[in-house]
């Protein structure tokens, strides 16, 4: 499996003198779906700039498909990893929605028709084609945030870097459009990348999550490895998927004799509480 994204010994410093990145260490496979949580200010957005050129480090190495990032191969790097910035506004810019979303493609030198066929698939991916016509300042948060990964999808980027996806999506559009990149990165074998605050969304698309605190990352794995460490999880100033916090208090404060008192899915929380209930049944 080739290695989509590779960040070696990071570190970036602000011009105000700020160090954001303090010795990162980061890695994702083709086709891998991988989340960063971290508190505000904890260096998740500093990170994704570098990943497709957007800063340079202060020290280190970002390697893209194996292929070091220099200002000479920008546009190719560009063109492998889209990126979805935490606020919509900094990546709308066009008169129109189309014109945004058309923006990437033209910008690869594509035929007019397949600019077209990539702006209305992306369009009608996202449910958003009604609003093709509109100024994208006249719409709202939400409507803003699905125009930006449209522009981000319609480039058919190998590797995707999302900001705080969900941010201003009610809940149902927020699944659909977590439903919608998951299956993206399996059909197509794209890199997902994800920073986010959602804890309780994490399990259900995330194949490992990086946790970051202070300009570092302070824990990687699986998301049972890492949320089963509630400690690491409450000193980055974060909290346990609420199934997993009501299972820790069953557990700690009711005493329910659990095996595994983290769960991450209804269905696990289920399993282990019906687990316990036929042992004593038993009894």
């Known amino acids: 499996m080739k290695c989509a994204v590779n960040v070696v010994d990071l570190f970036y410093t602000y011009p105000d003198g ?46 893209i498909n194996e292929e070091e990032i220099t200002k000479t191969n920008l ?27 058309a923006f990437g493609p033209r910008n690869m030198g594509l035929s ?18 009604d609003l093709k016509d509109k100024r994208p300042d006249n719409l709202s948060g939400g409507q803003k945030r699905l125009v930006s990964i449209a522009g981000v999808l319609a480039m058919n980027p190998e590797i995707i870097v999302l900001d705080e996806p969900t941010s201003n999506l009610d809940p149902c559009t927020s699944s659909a459009v977590m439903h919608l990149l998951v299956d993206l990165s399996r059909r197509m074998n794209i890199a997902l990348i994800i920073a986010t605050h959602d804890v309780d969304a994490v399990p259900q698309y995330a194949d ?8 570092r990352f302070v824990a990687e794995g ?12 409450r000193e980055s100033h974060l909290r346990l998927p609420r199934i997993a916090r009501l299972m820790e208090i069953l557990h700690k404060e009711d005493r329910l004799p659990l095996k595994n008192p983290y769960p991450l899915t209804i269905r696990g929380a289920r399993n282990e509480i019906m687990r316990v209930i036929k042992e004593r049944t038993k009894g």
């Open 18 to 63: 700020t160090e954001a990145l303090k010795g990162v260490n980061f890695k994702v496979m083709e086709g891998e779906r991988v989340a960063v949580i971290g508190s505000n200010g904890s260096g998740k957005s500093t990170l994704f700039y570098h990943l497709n050129g957007l800063f340079s480090p202060t020290k280190g190495t970002v390697l």
């Open 75 to 101: 546009d190719k790097i560009r063109m492998t990893v889209g990126l979805v910035f935490q606020d919509p506004d900094d990546q709308l810019f066009a008169p129109t929605v189309w014109e945004d979303v």
């Open 112 to 129: 007019k028709r397949e600019v077209a066929e990539r702006v209305n698939s992306a369009l009608n991916m996202l449910h958003i084609a």
């Open 208 to 215: 490992r999550i990086y946790v970051m605190h202070e300009g």
């Open 222 to 233: 699986t998301p049972e490895a890492v949320f089963s460490n509630a400690s690491v999880i």
